[in-house]
């Protein structure tokens, strides 16, 4: 078993920055990829980004990049997401989510998945 927590969501104005943590506690021996996913108001839930067990390997939606930074330090079993330039449809509540065994690979697709967060809001007004 994983256990995520999220931190460090918050009300921002449009062109601020926040940046999230995810902290993975439990059997956190078993090499396992991570991702953000988020989910707006009235809206299905979306890939955000992904990284692989050493970080080697990193993805982004289109609507995030050049503006969000996926990273994780491992010694301290946390993974970040640092956005800058954030829009007011950025809005939405961030989950972090990760998979067991993963290796090299890297997933976009919620239903890989098979621990997730509880999330955190992040909210970026006009």
């Known amino acids: 078993q994983v256990q995520l927590v999220e931190s460090g969501g918050g009300l921002v104005q449009a062109g601020g920055s926040l940046r999230l943590s995810c902290a993975a506690s439990g059997r956190t021996s078993s090499n396992y990829a991570m991702g953000w996913f988020r989910q707006g108001p009235e809206k299905e839930r979306e890939f955000v980004a992904a990284i692989s067990w050493s970080g080697g390997s990193i993805y982004y939606a289109d609507s995030v990049k050049g503006r969000f930074t996926i990273s994780r330090d491992n010694a301290k079993d946390t993974m970040y997401l640092q956005m800058n330039s954030l829009k007011p449809e950025d809005t939405a509540v961030y989950s972090c989510?990760?998979?067991?065994?993963?290796?090299?690979?890297?997933?976009?697709?919620?239903?890989?998945?098979?621990?997730w967060g509880q999330g955190t809001q992040v909210t970026v007004s006009s």
């Open positions: 989510a990760a998979k067991r065994f993963a290796y090299r690979a890297l997933y976009t697709n919620p239903l890989d998945y098979e621990y």
